[in-house]
């Protein structure tokens, strides 16, 4: 069954330290990958899409990368305010519907 | 601009209440979906509807019923629910369905007391 995994499933960091969050993922046919970023108490809000091994997308200090199993979160020089939970997701078929099949999360925390 | 907005934020309701959470989109997506998530857990699907229509609905208890008025709007109408059923309930949009980003609302905080 498809699955996603992802790890650590928490980070402390320091403000500067920078770090890779990791999301491994077994599905057949992968149809996108996506990261999203969730404060407490709130929606989860959209950062990235990967579609093919080799892509990588930025913005700000976050960097996404993808390879045939695996995609990496880098984090360059986090700030306090980059502490949130991280989810990432994939399209995939699962109990005989395809849809968004997430991993539990990393909650990261950036102390200053 | 990608807002999905929601309400009530906050929802109380006793067992024996009927009570409808909203959605509405405006970035002519034509994919909506229900999730329902738990505390320290990930969204989990609920339903999803396609150009109207119910696409998918994940086995979800019948006091659950969803309605789609329209391309725009989502409702969730909630009828005597167990106290199992407070979450945070997430409606999300998507250009369409497959293999586009879906964007979330900021959610509802539902009790049931």
């Known amino acids: 069954e498809d699955q996603v995994t992802q790890s650590p499933e928490a980070l402390r960091l320091q403000e500067g330290e920078s770090s890779s969050l990791n999301c491994s993922y077994t599905?057949?046919?992968?149809?996108?990958l996506f990261w999203y970023r969730q404060d407490p108490g709130k929606g989860p809000e959209f950062l990235f899409t990967?579609?093919?091994a080799g892509e990588e997308k930025e913005k700000e200090r976050l960097k996404a990368t993808l390879t045939k199993k695996e995609s990496f979160l880098h984090i360059t020089a986090p700030k306090p305010e980059d502490s949130a939970t991280y989810l990432c997701?994939?399209?995939?078929?699962?109990?005989?519907?395809?849809?968004?099949?997430f991993g539990k999360g990393t909650k990261l925390t950036v102390n200053p | 601009d990608t807002e999905v907005t929601q309400t009530p934020k906050h929802l109380v309701m006793g067992m024996t209440n009927k009570k409808s959470l909203k959605c509405e989109q405006h970035m002519g997506h034509r994919a909506m979906y229900w999730y329902k998530q738990k505390a320290k857990k990930p969204p989990e699907l609920m339903f999803v509807?396609?150009?109207?229509?119910?696409?998918i609905n994940e086995s979800v208890p019948s006091r659950f019923s969803p309605e789609c008025p329209n391309s725009s709007l989502l409702n969730l109408h909630l009828h005597a629910l167990q106290p199992e059923d407070s979450a945070l309930y997430l409606c999300?949009?998507?250009?369409?369905?497959?293999?586009?980003?879906?964007?979330f609302g900021p959610g509802t905080r539902l009790t049931v007391t």
């Open positions: 509807y396609s150009y109207e229509k119910l696409s």
């Open positions: 997701a994939v399209q995939a078929w699962k109990g005989g519907s395809e849809k968004l099949v």
């Open positions: 599905v057949s046919g992968l149809r996108g």
């Open positions: 990967l579609y093919s």
């Open positions: 999300a949009s998507s250009q369409s369905g497959g293999s586009y980003e879906q964007y």
